[in-house]
Every structure is written in C-alpha cells, then in structure tokens.
C-alpha cells in the first residue's frame, strides 16, 4: 500500500468514526457523501496591499498616513464603494460588489500567517506549505488536502494554472499543470503515432519519468476532451478564436468552464503577480488599481462560468502578508503583516466582515508600523474548507499539521 | 515489489552496457576515466557533444577545469564575438535611453510628423507619452509610437537573447556561460519591467559577464552601480525623507518644474540585497538592519531622467538642424548624433550618486556604525556585506545545489564557505575546490540532477550542433515552459530543481519541443548534427535498453526526437 492509498483509507476511517454533533460539518459531510464541495484558491503574489481593497474609509488615520494613495470616502467621485460605512471596497473591485451585496463574500480582516518574515519568498513558502516558520515539511496544504478529499482517480482532480508546479500544490497527489495558451491546437503528442513511440519508452519504467508522462498524457486528454464540449467551443468562439494568455479574466472564465465541464474537478489553484507596489501604488486609480480590476473582473467571471457549479465551490483569495500602513517616500508601500483574507461562495455568511480590527494607531500596530495578524490564515481555512470539503478534525489535523485551532475570530462566518 | 526489479535490471546488464547510473551503483574509485569525463562535462557545460569528449580525454580532467576557469585563453569564434557587439551589449545605460527610451521615440514620431506637414509647430519636448488621444491625428500618432516601442524592445530583447543563446550554445568556454546564467538568475532583474526593457542586454554583458568568474565583491559591486538594477528594485527612488529636490545638475535640467514629491525610504533593493544577494534569509539580520541599509542606499539611482530628457532635447535640435531630412527611421540612427558623456556618475553602468538625496545621519548595519559620509558608506557595507560569514554559507550553497544536487551536503557547503572566507570570495577558487570536492565526485550525486527548461533547450541544440538563426521558436518554448529568458518577474530568480521543473504539463510540452525541432518545424533553428550515434554521445548517461528498444521500434523519422526526449537526456 503506497502513501496515497494509506491516507485515502485514514480518510474514510475517521469519517466513520466521527463525534455526532460536535460541529456543524460533520452532519454536511456525510449528506455531500461524492459530491465534496469544490475549492478554488486564488494566490496574490507580491503582497497585495488589502488597506486599498478595504480601505478604512471612517478612520481619519488612514488619511493622514496615505496622503497620496488613499481611497476617498464613498461620498467622493472615484471613492470607495460603501461596504459598512467604515469600510468601503476600492472601486476597482465594482464586478466583485454584487456578491457581497447577495451575502456571499466576506474578508477576514487582520489576517495571515504568524510568523513575522517580511520576506516574499519566504512568506509566500509557509503560506503555501501551511506550516510557517518550519522549512522542513516538503508538501503543499493543497496537496495534502487532496489525498484527503474521496479519491475520483481523475488525472484532473486538481488543476493548477501555470507552467510550474506551486510549492502549494506540491506532494505526492497528481496535479494537473495547464499552461494556458493562447488557442488550444494540436501539439506533435496529439497525434497517435507520436504518443504511441513516446509511450514505448516511458512507460512501465516504475520511476518518476514514467509516472509524470503518463499524467501529462491522461491530463491532456482531459483537457482536450473537455474542450470540445460545445459550451467550451462556444466560448472560444466568442473570444475571437484565442483566449487571452495574460488576463486573469480570461482564465477565470476557461477554468469556471473547465470546472463545470468536468465534475471531477476538486481543486484549483492560480496564482497572479504585480501587486509589490513599492513605487507610485497609486489610488483609486493608477497601478494597483488596474491590477484590482483584472482581479475583480477575473472573479466575477469565474463564478459567472462556474454557473450552477458556483453553488457547490468555494473561492478564497490570500496572499503572503499586507503592506506598510504609512506610505513610503515614493507613493508606494513596503514589506507588512497582517492582510486580508477574500472568501466567496453560497456557504459564505457573506456581507459582512470578520476577524478583529484594531485601528491604525501607532501602539496597535504591529512593531508600530504594520497591521497585526489576529487571525491565523490556517483558521480560516481549516474551519472553512474543513466544512466544505467535509473534513474531520482529524484529516484537518494532517492538511494543517502542529496547528491547534482555537480564536473565535471566524466563528460565524460559514454557513 | 524490489523481488521483481532486481533480478529483471541483473538480467539486462549481462546483456548490455546501456543501464543508467543510478540503477547499479558503484563506487567513486571504480569509475573509469570516460564515465568521470562524462560527469565533468555534465555538470561544467550546458551539454556536453561528442567533440567535448575526444578534446578533454586529450588534454585530461584538471587541465580541462583550469581552462575552464581560467577561460581567457579559450578562443572564441569571430562570429560570436561579432554577435556580441550588439548594441543592445554594448551601449551604456544613457546611451541606450537617450535613442530608444520613450522621448526619444516619441520625438521621433512627431519629427516625421512634422516633415510629413501632419502638424505645423515646430519641434518640441513632449513631457510624458500618454498624451490624451483627442483626435484622429492624434490617435495615429499613438499607434505610430507603439509600434517604434515595440520595434525597440524587440531589437534589444532580440539581440541580447540570441547573444545569449548563441554563446550558451557554442561557446567553447562553457563554465563561463553556465556561470553567466547563474549569475544574472542570482542577481536577476526582468525585462519586463519599465527601462529594463532597453537596459537588460547592457546589464548582462557590464555587471555580470566579467565577473562570473572573478571576485564575487566585483560582482556585487557592479550590480549595485548598474541602472538596470537600481531600477528594477526601486532604488532609484530611494532618497532621504527630508532631501531637497535633487542636486543642480538634475534641477535646472527638469523639464516641468514640478516639485519633486517622491522623498522617503524606499527598503525594496536593500532587503533583496541582503536576502537574496548576499547573506540569505537566515543570515541574521532584521528589519532594523534592513531599514539602515536602505538609509545607507539613499541617493544612489540614475541621473535624473529629466537630465537625459533635457539632453536629449537639445542634441535632437542640433541633429535636426544638420539634417532636416531626417526620416522616420531617425531613432534608429539618433545614437551617432548624441554623445552621452556628459551626463554625471557612473557611464559604463549608469549610476548616479546624488549627495542632495542621501540621509547623511550614521547608520548601524549588523552591529557595525556606518559614519555618514556619502557615497563612501555604500562601498563600505557592500564590502562588509561580501565577506560575511552569512553570505559565504549562503553562496556556497546555492553553488552546492546548482552543480552538486538539490539538497547538497552541509559538509560540502561549510568547505566551500571556508574556501570562500580564505579567498577573499574569489568565485573561480570557491568552484576549483568545488571540482575537486568527494561530494561532486559521489556516484550517488551523478546524474542526479534534472535539466531546467533552459538547460534542456541548450543541451539539445548542442547536442545536434544547432546554430541558431533565429531565436524566436528557442524564447517560445522558453515561454511556454514557465521559464521565459530575462523575464522572471521575481528578484529571486528561478529555481533550479527537479522539483521545480518536473511536472506532468512541462515534460510533455519537451517532448512536443524535441519531436517538432528534430522535424525541422521550427524556422531558423535546424538540427545540424542528426547522425544517431553522434547525438547519442550527448546523453548525459548510458542509454537504457528501454529506450534502446523503443527508439529502433520506432520509424526512422522519429527516432532524433525520441533521444531528445528520452529520459536519460532530462537529467544530468
């Protein structure tokens, strides 16, 4: 029995041994039964700014701290758009706005990872392995996730867009990596005589190479196959032919499709870049907020291509740490802590926000400059994908292993 | 399951040679001359070919690493150094700005304009380039801009990435292009961000290529001064919280008399430069030592770019009072008019000090007072900086992992760092001792290491002898690989590890690279070599009676391809 099949049967073990009544997901998790709620996490690289996604529109502070690169207030042209009064979102995010009006995204607010880094890499590696500040653990939390999850033997139960396998989905569950292109066409591989020779020699060869070229070619069967659906053609056709290569907004919509398409989809990871905005951030208009737009429109569109599939999938955002409260010298932010967590979908108490704000005064902020961190980002994920994908404690234990889930900062968020 | 293996690899190899390494291990003194001249050239060239072998069993392991080290006596050939005169190579960073920075092509476009009667006003500077498109006119003047934008980024990309590639490919002084790649991954910039378009080929060949080899405080050094890096990493902005608005030279140059309002620390360059470039994350410093070490930065950035604008302006009027007839290809040209000389700092790497920026307070970096004196502080951490015990570790073990294995030996890696400490960072001395280590002749390390994207693209156009014409179908499949050359976005640079890079998408996209480049499908880049048995002697290790078998099953027209793509030639 290889490690795989070991944690799959650990799996299905606990679930029959679990405590009735203790939580809410444990009753769920059994009426799911096949049907385990689906997960898309979106990774914002770079350490997106979540003081102008959620910029505290009612605290004077906030003002005197970003002259230059505040959001205005919800009353100006260009403010923000009005979430509590306290709060508003950065205009930017307008494709995003109509989710939280129907309760169905909310933020976590101060949160993130405990350990202090400031380093990207370094915060983005503990992020995505689960365990900060431990460099030892070799797997992603999403990959340990998945050899949780029922097992549905697809080459595409998990998708991760991009030429390069995340640390976050690193492990020994198959991923399948989709470039995405500019147009799908026929590569030499496709044709039978070509795959046939390859085959010849990687298969049965009992080693990585043979296991990763017979996923690489189960994958792109998959792939092309789900391309084909009328509906994926359809939505070629409407882009002209090509799919934008560089826009999130156009793999937002091939991945809603691929998802919906494909039920044996379980996880899907993306991860964008451009938001270390050291240098001229800009406003409600300008850099970042160009950036937030192609976020906002991404998602909007996604869930738009998930469809009735969106019911069943939950949407979370992260990304390594947030940005200096105070603007530097030159209209941008520096290295912070704590940050936001976006969290989207039907078991979603959205419409309104969580964790615990401090304000922005000097003695509340962390080493007097950053946002604290006082929500765990394992908190949140762990009750929240634990509820979905019905997950005991015990299997949360192994996605998240050494973190003890304790704060009441979420309590009510899922439903 | 080890019941059915074992017995099944001992019956193949009564019957042939063709196992690979890993299969039946052997001990280090065991190894035969042939096998150990395989390793070398494995892991010191980006691919070795049939002709590497017969040339270093001629004049003999060590004296092949001296002269690897040592590579100025290794002839290049005319048509690689002609390669490397390209502008894009060669011209400083003012230069460089001054005929293909933005005003420069936005001048060029109204010139023609104006030759053409589009518009009637005679010359003038145009402040930014998104002027709001009101009309037509307008509007074509724009798409007319874009597209010399384009065309310039293209020469530069175009010429610095073929000048890469070709010498990657043919140079016979193979350490010194492993090593250039290794350094500018180490110190990386992108060219996709802003000037660093235009100044990415200048930065390779000024900051890193001299010193791959040399001392690694030149290396540093020259990185620091490079305005490609100062850019990349915001430096350029970094300036004191109270610093006037810039000195003389840069105010009475500024094109609008705007107030300059970007004064403040900026941390970015002087974290990557602690973290990444010299004493590793776990180096021991803190925020504070990062925030001191940007104060220390303050001031260091390129001229003023309103001074570059400024002359710019003023040698166009010139040039346009020579030669009125000036054509639209004029930016192409502009160079020879423009002597870039005046401009103040550093003219080969294009760096500028500017005292009005710098925070003059003292500073403490690591527990050491830096008494503020200006531009000397600078070179007083950098050479603090390069000769801590931290950035000897870190160093050593990024070269460790590059040429040894992923996860190398602590044992090799405090060697090394030793070595490093005794030579003063002397890089060719640091990788001799790195040649000669136990650890880098360990059979269990010995074709342990699997090729990047770039490693699998050179090895394979060397393996066939592949002189390239056009350099486009290599930077796609670069591109599609996840690896796209000068553009990874990150000031850490890509990772070069099996796992990294093997993953189910990127080896099939290889084989579909191998199978349409073996075809000939792919313009100005045509296999030269295709003799079987010659191409053979590049995998990096004995053929396997399992591809053996496949590939003679396979039709004749397939069988190229299928080397290229065979598991033998993934690692290394």
Same mark, same amino acid.
């Given at each position: 029995?290889?490690? $795989? #099949? ?14 009735? /009544? ?19 996490? =979106? ?86 392995? /689960? ?25 595409? $139960? ?69 391309? #084909? ?56 208009? /300008? ?7 192609? =976020?906002? $429109?991404?998602?909007? #569109? ?75 980002? $394992? ?37 | 399951?080890? *019941? ?25 003194? &065991? ?17 070795? &070919? ?60 109204? *010139? ?44 530069? %990309? ?8 070709? +010498?990657?490919?043919?140079?016979? +002084? ?5 090593? &250039? ?33 040399? @001392? ?35 105010? *009475? ?75 639209? @290809?004029?930016?192409?040209? %502009? ?119 770039? +490693? ?10 592949? +002189? ?105």
């Amino acid at each position: 029995m290889n490690r $795989r #099949e070991f944690l799959k049967t650990a799996a299905l073990a606990s679930c029959s041994l679990m405590v009735p /009544g203790m939580e809410a997901w444990a009753l769920e998790s059994k009426t799911v039964g096949k049907n385990t709620g689906k997960l898309v996490v =979106v990774f914002l690289r770079g350490a997106i700014d979540g003081l102008s996604v959620l910029p505290p529109v009612g605290d004077s502070r906030y003002y005197s701290l970003r002259p230059r690169i505040a959001i205005p207030s919800s009353q100006s042209e260009n403010g923000a758009l009005y979430l509590d009064g306290h709060f508003g979102l950065h205009p930017a995010l307008a494709p995003i706005l109509p989710l939280w009006k129907n309760k169905k995204l909310s933020f976590v607010l101060n949160s993130g990872s405990p350990n202090p880094t400031r380093s990207h890499f370094d915060a983005q590696d503990y992020m995505e392995s /689960g365990v900060p500040g431990s460099k030892s653990i070799s797997t992603g939390w999403l990959n340990r996730l998945l050899a949780q999850l029922p097992s549905n033997d697809s080459p595409v $139960r998990a998708i991760n867009i991009g030429a390069t396998t995340p640390r976050i989905l690193s492990g020994p569950v198959a991923v399948a990596t989709y470039a995405p292109t500019a147009k799908r066409r026929m590569t030499p591989l496709d044709q039978p005589n070509i795959s046939a020779a390859f085959s010849e020699m990687y298969s049965g060869r009992n080693d990585v190479f043979s296991k990763t070229f017979e996923q690489g070619m189960a994958a792109r069967g998959e792939f092309n196959e789900a391309f #084909e659906k009328s509906a994926m053609q359809e939505m070629v056709a409407a882009d002209g032919g090509a799919l934008p290569a560089n826009k999130f907004s156009g793999f937002g919509r091939q991945l809603g499709r691929l998802i919906k398409e494909e039920p044996k989809v379980q996880v899907a990871f993306l991860a964008l870049g451009g938001f270390d905005t050291h240098v001229n951030q800009g406003a409600s208009q /300008g850099q970042l907020a160009n950036q937030l737009n192609t =976020v906002g $429109r991404g998602l909007q #569109e996604l869930i738009a291509a998930l469809d009735d599939t969106f019911n069943n999938t939950m949407v979370v955002v992260i990304s390594e740490f947030g940005r200096t409260v105070k603007e530097n010298g030159n209209g941008g932010t520096d290295h912070g802590h704590g940050n936001l967590i976006w969290l989207m979908g039907n078991r979603v108490n959205g419409g309104k926000l969580y964790g615990n704000w401090s304000g922005l005064d000097q003695n509340s902020l962390f080493e007097g400059r950053d946002l604290p961190v006082m929500t765990d980002f $394992r908190n949140v994920l762990a009750s929240g994908i634990g509820n979905h994908m019905g997950l005991s404690s015990k299997q949360r234990e192994i996605v998240f292993p050494g973190y003890m889930p304790g704060d009441k900062t979420v309590a009510g968020i899922f439903a | 399951m080890q *019941n059915k293996v074992v017995p099944a690899l001992l019956a193949l190899s009564l019957l042939t040679s063709g196992l690979n390494v890993n299969a039946l291990p052997q001990k280090a003194e &065991t190894q035969s001359e042939n096998d150990k001249i395989q390793h070398l050239l494995n892991r010191i060239t980006f691919g070795k &070919t049939y002709s590497d072998i017969g040339l270093v069993s001629k004049m003999g392991i060590e004296n092949y690493i001296k002269s690897q080290l040592h590579p100025q006596g290794i002839a290049v050939s005319e048509d690689l150094e002609e390669l490397s005169k390209a502008e894009a190579l060669q011209a400083s960073p003012a230069q460089l700005f001054i005929k293909y920075g933005r005003p420069a092509i936005k001048a060029a476009v109204q *010139n023609q304009e104006q030759l053409e009667g589009k518009i009637q006003k005679p010359f003038e500077l145009v402040k930014g380039a998104n002027a709001s498109d009101k009309d037509n006119s307008k509007t074509e003047s724009k798409k007319q801009f874009n597209k010399m934008v384009r065309e310039a980024n293209q020469i530069i %990309y175009g010429d610095t990435a073929l000048n890469r590639i070709a +010498r990657a490919v043919e140079s016979p +002084r193979q350490l010194e292009e492993v090593m &250039t790649d290794f350094w500018f991954n180490h110190f990386n910039i992108s060219s996709d961000k802003g000037l660093d378009k235009i100044w990415v080929g200048a930065y390779e060949e000024k900051a890193i290529r001299p010193y791959v080899l040399g @001392r690694f405080r030149d290396l540093l050094g020259a990185t620091a001064h490079h305005a490609a890096m100062l850019f990349y990493l915001d430096n350029w902005q970094n300036s004191a919280p109270k610093a006037s608005d810039g000195d003389d030279f840069a105010q *009475n140059l500024q094109p609008n008399k705007k107030k300059n309002n970007n004064k403040g620390i900026n941390e970015n360059y002087a974290r990557e430069l602690m973290e990444l470039h010299t004493l590793g994350v776990d180096g021991g410093y803190t925020q504070k030592d990062v925030t001191e070490l940007a104060r220390v930065l303050t001031g260091l950035g390129t001229p003023n770019r309103g001074a570059m604008i400024g002359k710019l302006n003023r040698q166009f009027k010139n040039a346009r009072a020579q030669n009125p007839m000036m054509n639209n @290809r004029f930016v192409r040209n %502009y160079g020879q008019f423009v002597s870039a000389d005046q401009l103040p700092g550093n003219k080969l790497l294009g760096s500028y000090f500017d005292p009005a920026r710098h925070d003059f307070g003292d500073k403490v970096i690591l527990g050491t007072k830096f008494k503020g004196e200006g531009e000397k502080e600078i070179e007083q951490v950098l050479d603090l900086l390069a000769k801590h015990p931290s950035t000897a570790k870190h160093i050593s073990y990024q070269l460790a992992q590059y040429f040894v294995c992923d996860k190398p030996p602590a044992s090799l890696v405090e060697n090394l760092s030793q070595v490093y400490l005794k030579s003063d960072g002397d890089i060719a001395t640091v990788l001799g001792a790195l040649f000669h280590s136990n650890e880098f002749w360990d059979v269990k390390n010995q074709n342990a290491k699997f090729k990047s994207p770039y +490693r699998f693209l050179i090895s394979t156009l060397r393996a066939t002898d592949t +002189r390239i014409e056009d350099v486009k179908p290599a930077v796609n499949y670069l591109r599609q690989a996840g690896m796209p050359l000068y553009q990874c976005l990150t000031p850490d640079g890509y990772k070069n590890t099996q796992e990294a890079w093997l993953n189910p998408d990127n080896l099939v996209n290889r084989l579909n690279f191998a199978t349409a480049f073996s075809a000939g499908r792919l313009r100005g880049m045509q296999p030269q070599t295709t003799r079987l048995d010659l191409v053979a002697q590049s995998l990096p290790s004995k053929m396997s009676e399992k591809t053996n078998s496949a590939i003679k099953k396979a039709p004749k027209a397939m069988q190229l391809a299928l080397i290229l793509g065979s598991p033998e030639f993934m690692k290394y």
